[in-house]
């Protein structure tokens, strides 16, 4: 079993609906979930950070953190073709990786399709 | 624009030769990070340093190998290159080593193994 599992798509959805994306893991010891948007050719740029379970909004994006089910979630309200891209989830866990988040562990990631 | 810069952007070479990818980490940053990103296996972590000194190791091979010179740039270097090199190669960086200082990531070198 993968330490991070992440459906990879593609996902396509017409312009305005709402996108959820999702990740399941396997390691308890994880407690900092980030989602990364990477545009095609572009290195991944950090869209949220969240530390330990429960919700963070910021503007249309919402990440959800469950860890009694190892499961994080981010939603996309009234999505937009700009929106169009590869997520991925990204997590670490501060007691086997001594606090570095340079042991981030990825999904490999959902391509995201909004059709105008 | 993220502030790293990675240069080259691509790079294409033979099996069994050597090559250099470069980073400059944002001003300020002291953390770098290089991470693999192919097809099957998705980004994977290679190696971190954090003003100078090597900090943790990921899935790195043993032909690896990187460095964080005085002025906080990095070099990865790879060596006796096979085919299953070929992927893009990113570099991270960040301003302190801890969990919470986000990564910001570069564009990218492409290497191409023929």
């Known amino acids: 079993q993968k330490e991070v599992e992440q459906d990879p798509g593609p996902l396509s959805v017409p312009e305005g609906a709402i996108v959820s994306l999702n990740c399941t893991y396997s390691?308890?010891?994880?407690?900092?979930f980030m989602w990364y948007r990477q545009y095609s050719r572009k290195g991944p740029e950090l869209l949220m950070y969240t530390y330990s379970s429960g919700n963070k909004e910021d503007g249309r994006f919402t990440a959800q953190v469950d860890k009694s089910s190892k499961y994080i979630s981010l939603f996309i309200r009234d999505s937009q073709p700009s929106d169009s891209a590869t997520y991925l989830c990204a997590m670490s866990g501060l007691a086997n990786y001594g606090g570095s988040q340079g042991n981030l562990i990825f999904g490999k990631g959902t391509k995201l399709s909004v059709k105008p | 624009d993220s502030g790293v810069t990675q240069t080259p952007k691509h790079l294409i070479t033979a099996t069994g030769q050597r090559v250099t990818l470069r980073c400059s980490p944002r001003s300020g940053d002291l953390s770098v990070y290089w991470y693999q990103q192919s097809l099957d296996q998705g980004l994977q972590f290679l190696i971190q340093?954090?003003?100078?000194?090597?900090?943790a190791k990921g899935n790195i091979l043993e032909r690896f190998s990187a460095q964080q010179f005085p002025d906080l740039h990095s070099e990865l270097n790879l060596s006796s290159l096979e085919l299953g090199d070929s992927a893009l190669y990113f570099c991270a960086s960040s301003a302190a080593g801890g969990a919470i200082s986000p990564l910001h990531f570069g564009n990218g070198t492409r290497l191409t193994v023929t």
């Open positions: 340093y954090y003003n100078g000194e090597e900090r």
């Open positions: 390691n308890s010891a994880f407690q900092y």
